[in-house]
Nanobody, 115 residues
Framework: HVQLVESGGDLVQPGGSLRLSCAAS????????MAWYRQAPGKQRELVAV???????NYVDYVKGRFTISRDNAKKEVYLQMNSLKPEDTAVYYC?????????WGQGTQVTVSS
């Protein structure tokens, strides 16, 4: 069965960095567009970054220049490097894999940015 397992969430001070990882199994990973979403308390889940099956990244404006999405097809993993973290980046971060009508989610990993 399909599994997306996130890791790397933590408590970090403003200005700090974290690297999130998402390990996939049960899918032909290289064919999937992979993305990171986040959901803050009381807010809707929102897209953060996406990387296509061909390796092209795209970011929402509020993380451009701070976050970097990447993938390793051999390891079936996708990463989110987050730098210059702000308190407003605090959220549960979810990994997503999508192709055509298929859409899979991980369980999420908590990122808390606070002093």
């Amino acid at each position: 069965h399909v599994q997306l397992v996130e890791s790397g969430g933590d408590l970090v001070q403003p200005g700090g960095s974290l690297r999130l990882s998402c390990a996939a199994s049960g899918i032909i990973f290289r064919l999937y567009n992979m993305a990171w979403y986040r959901q803050a308390p009381g807010k809707q889940r929102e897209l953060v970054a996406v990387i296509t099956s061909g390796g092209s990244p795209n970011y929402v404006d509020y993380v451009k220049g701070r976050f970097t999405i990447s993938r390793d097809n051999a390891k079936k993993e996708v990463y989110l490097q987050m730098n210059s973290l702000k308190p407003e980046d605090t959220a549960v971060y979810y990994c997503n894999g999508a192709i055509l009508a298929q859409n899979f989610w991980g369980q999420g990993t908590q990122v808390t940015v606070s002093s």
